[in-house]
């Protein structure tokens, strides 16, 4: 029986775990919806940028009732709170960042994600969307992709062979994070290389349409302690 964990528990995790992918120095694009929780969980001994495409360079916490700001809000329209020294431009200036390569890493949520790093986040056909928004040109932008989701939506799986959705982008996803555990994308495939506690390596393959492949050196999954 695989375990169920709570929505809260889910979302804590994967950006908590996303959070330690940060390094000193790095500049990172957050994504909206569960990507911006990673915000709240970056080690405050690492000093990195963290950017909202949207035109600011320097995020810090999401905001609480007591820090809101009217004007001051993510690409996905929620309050944030700003670093000292933040600085704030266009979003000409801002694409200029992420098409120019600077952007070290960024943290996208997702629909699908295949075998071969192919993403598709943006639209299910037939309904609304207002549009593809800037991960089609973050996700070519960016060193480094990863993928921050629920491992499943409705019990069916989001980890495929092969995307059935429209794609964002081909073959540019590095890392995927979701609660069951930790996933690499290379030239082999997609590898298992951490493991939730609550989880067997077959209840991970059981959820997971893809062919997973189990790293050699499999650890369990960091966790939060809180």
């Known amino acids: ?16 775990r996303v959070a330690r992918e940060m390094k000193d120095g790095d500049i990172v694009n957050l994504g909206i919806g569960l990507p911006t929780l990673v915000a709240n969980h970056v080690d405050k001994d690492v000093e990195l940028l963290l ?24 690409a996905g329209g929620q309050h944030i709170t700003a670093v000292d020294g933040a600085c704030y431009f266009n979003s000409a200036d801002s694409f200029a960042i992420i098409r120019g390569g600077h952007v070290d890493a960024t943290v996208l949520g997702a629909l699908q994600v295949d075998e071969c790093g192919n993403l598709a986040n943006w ?33 069916q799986p989001k980890l495929l062979k092969q995307c059935s959705l429209p794609l964002t982008a081909a073959n540019q996803v590095n890392l995927i994070v979701t609660e069951m555990g930790v996933f690499e994308i290379n030239e082999s495939g997609m590898v298992l290389t951490e493991l939730a506690p609550e989880f067997s390596i077959d209840e991970v393959q059981a959820a997971t349409e893809a062919t997973l492949l189990v790293s050699p050196n499999l650890r369990p999954m960091q966790l939060p302690t809180s």
């Open 1 to 16: 029986m695989t375990a169920q964990l709570d929505k809260d528990t889910v979302r804590h995790r994967i950006a908590w």
């Open 51 to 74: 950017q909202a495409e949207n035109g600011l360079l320097g995020i810090d916490q999401l905001a609480c009732e007591a820090t809101k700001d009217a004007d001051l809000v993510n």
């Open 123 to 155: 639209i299910i056909p037939g309904k609304m969307v207002p549009g593809m928004g800037g991960a089609m040109d973050l996700v070519v932008g960016a060193k480094k992709v990863i993928v921050a989701m629920e491992h499943t939506v409705k019990d």
